[in-house]
């Protein structure tokens, strides 16, 4: 069984920094990563890590700005976010997702969090 809570979440004025965290209980899959989402808006994947080669893929609209790692021995995925947008508050969900490793099957997976909320005021 997979369990993935969120923490970390909040209010930052533009320009401000957040790191969320998510600790996993149980079985992981090797493809772990950060999505979120906005009201009325589209999901959007954010940025995606291969836990077995360290392999990492960001979204453009945070490249630069966000960096994705993962602690085995803590069983914790993180997200360092930077330079943070008023466009980058949404509900952040991190997954866990087995077969192909996208964006796509990230935010189809059962296995995701509850979230945690990020908003950015101007």
């Known amino acids: 069984q997979v369990q993935l809570v969120e923490s970390g979440g909040g209010s930052v004025q533009a320009g401000g920094s957040l790191r969320l965290s998510c600790v996993a209980s149980g079985y992981t899959y090797v493809c772990m990563g950060w999505f979120r989402q906005a009201p009325g808006k589209e999901r959007e994947g954010v940025a995606r890590i291969l836990t077995g080669s360290g392999s990492t893929y960001y979204a453009d609209s945070v490249k630069g700005r966000f960096t994705i790692s993962k602690d085995n021995a803590k069983k914790t995925l993180y997200l360092e976010m930077n330079s943070l947008k008023p466009e980058d508050t949404a509900m952040y969900y991190c997954?866990?997702?087995?077969?192909?490793?996208?964006?796509?099957?990230?935010?189809?997976?059962?296995?995701r969090g509850q979230g945690t909320q990020v908003t950015v005021s101007s």
């Open positions: 997954a866990t997702v087995a077969g192909g490793c996208s964006f796509d099957s990230l935010g189809r997976s059962p296995y």
